[in-house]
């Protein structure tokens, strides 16, 4: 072999050695129309990090808590929820144990959770553009109007409530001694009062149930709030997105996004109706989030 085709073979060689070392973390520079029709090309989605939402079993508070978690993971985040009674979830977002809650009702019924925890909580104002209240809650076909005329209406003296603890529960207890009423508060739950609520109406009996709107009660049957002169029940309330002290500085973009949430009566009723029907929260944020895109990006502006 001639000196000229020996030096073209070691030449040939030394490259073939260079490419098979070369490192396999540095990729050759590659123009969009070079890269093979099979090849599949993944986005990352960025982590933007965990975020833990507390809520109360609550219909309006299931329904708000899954459409931000929805709309927070479609934006990176990964979320956990929390399911606590209203003292303790109060309690965890003061200690830092949650991140936010989507359903403070202020100023009246979570009043006192406030004053407990005054200085510990970052408000972020109200998200529910309606007007949200509590009450005593009867159907329309009762022949009673207000609270001062209740005694001796309902023969077996009980008003159904929910949990205890509860916000609404303290201004029933209220309500009982300002008006003088010869009733027993009953615990239970949301689902409770609601089952107890729809039996009674099926077969036409009288029934008094703690209430509050917005709930998808008032678009299943016919009801009245009680009036309420001495107010202890307060009056027409908000419902307020809450966050732990220094989200704003640990995670400025999620909380830009939880400080934009808002929504109507329209809105939180649409959800809350699915999830009545049996629907899965989770399914029913999503339906939500899907055809209100244009509200859920004013959110994440």
Partial sequence: MSKKGLLSLLLIGVLVFAVACAPADEPADVEPGDVDAGTEVEEAVEEKGSVEIGYVAWDCAIASTHVMKTVLEDAGYDVTLTDASGALLYQELASGDLDFMTTAWLPYTHESYMDQFDGQLLDLGSNYSGEARIGL????????DSIEDLDGTIADGQIVGIDPGAGIMS???AAIVDYD??????????AVMAAALRDAIDNEEEVIVTGWAPHWKFGRWELKFLEDPKESFGSIEDIHTLARLGLDEDMPELYNIIDNFNWSDADISAVMDMNSEGMDPNESARIWVDANQDKVQEWLQ
Avoid: K, Q
Avoid at 137 to 144: K, S, T, W
Avoid at 181 to 189: A, C, R
């Fill in 181 to 190: 009423l010869d009733y027993n508060l009953l615990e239970g739950t949301d």
């Fill in 137 to 144: 809650v009867v159907p329309e076909y009762m022949d009673i």
């Fill in 171 to 173: 201004a029933a207890e």
